[in-house]
T-cell receptor
Framework: NAGVMQNPRHLVRRRGQEARLRCSPMKGHSHVYWYRQLPEEGLKFMVYLQKENIIDESGMPKERFSAEFPKEGPSILRIQQVVRGDSAAYFCASSPTTVTSGNTIYFGEGSWLTVV | QQQVKQSPQSLIVQKGGISIINCAYE??????FPWYQQFPGKGPALLIAIRPDVSEKKEGRFTISFNKSAKQFSLHIMDSQPGDSATYFC??????????FGSGTKLNVKP
């Protein structure tokens, strides 16, 4: 049973370029979450999506960042015109339905973005 | 701002010793209190979690103690092993879909 799959695992972009991070949830999971982790810090919530819907994007920067979870295919986190401060690990997580005390969200292994 | 304060930042324990990590929170609406374990280069994985209707939960060598009035909860690792060396995060939540991570505690268990 494959876990949450993220790719690429490592990505290097020059300032001003675009970064696209992909996340395939666990089989049977219809909810996806994106978190960002800066070096030596905890994870910060960015966005919560269901298929074709953004449920909560309160943690997303207002500019340059967008996320989608189409009916078919992986969830995509897109960062336009990257800056050095975007360098971080981006973690995707998934859950089968709305999380309750009987289940949890499962994290992928992350995508490490380096902006040079 | 949902504030979660975790301490200590780092911890060195001898093999067989007890590791204790603390988490203090401000939001009284939190109703789910998990601890996550993260190894270098990996995503965080749920270690143990507690709901506020109990004061303690034990799973193997790992125990959560919860103090609702003090708005604190802690992780105790008994008989710590070198394989427990990792970073630990508390991450309380009030709707399960958004977790508020602490800044992490880097645990080093010396053989």
């Amino acid at each position: 049973n494959a876990g949450v799959m993220q790719n690429p695992r490592h990505l290097v972009r020059r300032r001003g370029q675009e970064a696209r991070l992909r996340c395939s949830p666990m089989k049977g999971h219809s909810h996806v979450y994106w978190y960002r982790q800066l070096p030596e810090e905890g994870l910060k919530f960015m966005v919560y999506l269901q298929k074709e819907n953004i449920i909560d994007e309160s943690g997303m920067p207002k500019e340059r960042f967008s996320a989608e979870f189409p009916k078919e295919g992986p969830s995509i986190l897109r960062i336009q015109q990257v800056v050095r401060g975007d360098s971080a690990a981006y973690f995707c997580a998934s859950s089968p339905t709305t999380v309750t005390s009987g289940n949890t969200i499962y994290f992928g292994e992350g995508s490490w973005l380096t902006v040079v | 701002q949902q504030q979660v304060k975790q301490s200590p930042q780092s911890l060195i324990v001898q093999k067989g010793g007890i590791s204790i990590i603390n988490c203090a929170y401000e939001n009284t609406a939190f109703d789910y209190f998990p601890w996550y374990q993260q190894f270098p280069g990996k995503g965080p994985a749920l270690l143990i979690a507690i709901r506020p209707d109990v004061s303690e939960k034990k799973e193997g060598r790992f125990t959560i103690s919860f103090n609702k009035s003090a708005k604190q909860f802690s992780l105790h690792i008994m008989d710590s092993q070198p394989g427990d060396s990792a970073t630990y995060f508390c991450a309380p939540s009030y709707n399960f879909n958004k977790f508020y991570f602490g800044s992490g505690t880097k645990l080093n268990v010396k053989p």
